[in-house]
């Protein structure tokens, strides 16, 4: 099988799977890597195991992808996800989770989550993220936002899910920046930080 002759075509990716089991995780990527598909997904890691768990599998299953192929985790969208997918060769991502939790009035802020729809945001009038340059941080206030959840206003959950994509879209941005300046852990660490993640022992990452 050759896949990606036609540039034409849509992208094919072949996913990974085996749980968390190594052999089967290699087992399964060797065959795909021999179909020479145009990329490569990691699936079987968003269906309910911790984040040590997901990361220990990506640790010995990323290295057998090809590194001039796309690889990309599925079903994956937490910031702390993100980017400690990136440190272990991921390339894409997608997930459900910003528009999900946006739907409930929750907002993900360089100062941790923010859940608008709550009492105390009533007459909050600052932007969701002062932090953030997105339409909606520039165009109106948490306490306005809530309102709009409270009056049943669909208006409220775009701009809540307009807000946490932007901010998924430009934590990737400083990411790339970071990789390029050769200190992405420095990042992760600062970030971690200001988000309220704890920061694990960088061995243990």
Same mark, same amino acid.
């Given at each position: 099988?050759?896949?990606? !002759?036609?540039?034409?075509?849509?992208?094919?990716? +072949?996913? $990974?799977?085996?749980?968390?089991?190594?052999?089967? =995780?290699?087992? *399964?990527?060797?065959?795909?890597?021999?179909?020479?598909?145009?990329?490569?997904?990691?699936?079987?890691?968003?269906?309910?195991?911790?984040?040590?768990?997901?990361?220990?599998?990506?640790?010995?299953?990323?290295?057998?992808?090809?590194?001039?192929?796309?690889?990309?985790?599925?079903?994956?969208?937490?910031?702390?996800?993100?980017?400690?997918?990136?440190?272990?060769?991921?390339?894409?991502?997608?997930?459900?989770?910003?528009?999900?939790?946006? !739907?409930?009035?929750?907002?993900?802020?360089?100062? +941790?989550? $923010?859940?608008?729809?709550?009492?105390?945001?009533? =007459?909050?009038? *600052?932007?969701?993220?002062?932090?953030?340059?997105?339409?909606?941080?520039?165009?109106?206030?948490?306490?306005?936002?809530?309102?709009?959840?409270?009056?049943?206003?669909?208006?409220?959950?775009?701009?809540?899910?307009?807000?946490?994509?932007?901010?998924?879209?430009?934590?990737?941005?400083?990411?790339?920046?970071?990789?390029?300046?050769?200190?992405?852990?420095?990042?992760?660490?600062?970030?971690?930080?200001?988000?309220?993640?704890?920061?694990?022992?960088?061995?243990?990452?």
């Amino acid at each position: 099988m050759n896949a990606h !002759r036609n540039p034409d075509w849509q992208g094919l990716f +072949g996913i $990974v799977q085996g749980a968390g089991y190594e052999e089967l =995780r290699r087992q *399964s990527a060797n065959d795909l890597v021999s179909m020479d598909f145009p990329g490569y997904s990691i699936g079987g890691l968003s269906v309910g195991e911790s984040k040590a768990e997901m990361n220990q599998v990506l640790e010995f299953t990323t290295p057998m992808l090809p590194t001039n192929k796309p690889r990309y985790l599925m079903g994956v969208g937490s910031p702390d996800s993100l980017i400690d997918g990136v440190m272990r060769g991921i390339d894409m991502f997608d997930c459900v989770l910003p528009t999900r939790i946006a !739907r409930r009035g929750t907002c993900m802020t360089s100062h +941790g989550r $923010v859940t608008v729809k709550n009492a105390q945001y009533e =007459r909050d009038f *600052s932007p969701i993220d002062d932090n953030c340059d997105c339409y909606a941080c520039r165009n109106y206030t948490r306490a306005y936002i809530r309102h709009l959840f409270k009056a049943d206003e669909s208006f409220g959950l775009r701009l809540t899910s307009y807000h946490n994509l932007y901010f998924l879209l430009h934590l990737m941005k400083q990411v790339r920046q970071a990789i390029m300046d050769d200190n992405l852990l420095e990042f992760r660490e600062n970030f971690f930080e200001a988000y309220g993640y704890n920061v694990p022992n960088p061995k243990n990452f």
